[in-house]
């Protein structure tokens, strides 16, 4: 390897343990989890008004389900907010 694919090959670590730093604020941020938050809100509140009208078992056990996607989801348009506000 010459000088240059070295420093190449430091380059991109330097910009992978970036990312990864990145990555890891995200996942710890009180942005993330303030939406998280607002919007398992915005599906239980939704989901208690159809309940009165509707008592099925099937609609009842989506809750579980739609708040397990919503604290999984990355929440990309926040995120790039965020992001761009962090660099």
Known sequence: MDNKELENEIIKIKERN??????????TSWT???CICVLTYIVVVTYSHL???????????LVPV???ALSTLSLKLIRNVWENRKK
């Open 18 to 27: 970036k990312k990864v730093e990145l990555d890891k604020a995200w996942e």
């Open 32 to 34: 993330r989890k303030i």
């Open 51 to 61: 309940i009165n009208k509707i008592n099925n078992i099937w609609l009842s056990s």
């Open 66 to 68: 739609i708040g397990f």
